[in-house]
């Protein structure tokens, strides 16, 4: 069973940095693609951040994206938060036709 766990969430003022943890269990890590997404109330989903199984990172604007293949888990360091980046976050493991989803950790930014 295909086993996505996001932690690292919580708040945080403006300008500061979190690090978002995604744990992956039930899957083969280093055949997927990792990926962040986030979702604010009101507003779709959206991808904030890729990481392909060779390492070839994409992201937004100040977060950056890695894995350690060796403890199954893919990271999101968000740095200079603002207000705007108040969303659920979410890890995805996607491979051609399979995309699994973890629940999804809350990042709020917030004076």
């Known amino acids: 069973q295909v086993q996505l766990v996001e932690s690292g969430g919580g708040w945080v003022q403006p300008g500061g940095s979190l690090t978002l943890s995604c744990a992956a269990s039930?899957?083969?890590?280093?055949?997927?693609?990792m990926k962040w997404y986030r979702q604010a109330p009101g507003k779709e989903r959206e991808l904030v951040a890729s990481i392909s199984t060779g390492g070839t990172a994409n992201s937004v604007p100040r977060f950056f994206i890695s894995r350690d293949n060796a403890r199954n888990s893919a990271y999101l360091l968000m740095n200079s938060l603002k207000s705007e980046d108040t969303a659920k976050y979410y890890c995805?493991?996607?491979?051609?036709?399979?995309?699994?989803w973890g629940q999804g950790t809350q990042v709020t930014v917030s004076s």
């Open positions: 039930g899957l083969t890590f280093t055949s997927y693609v």
């Open positions: 995805s493991a996607e491979t051609g036709i399979l995309k699994y």
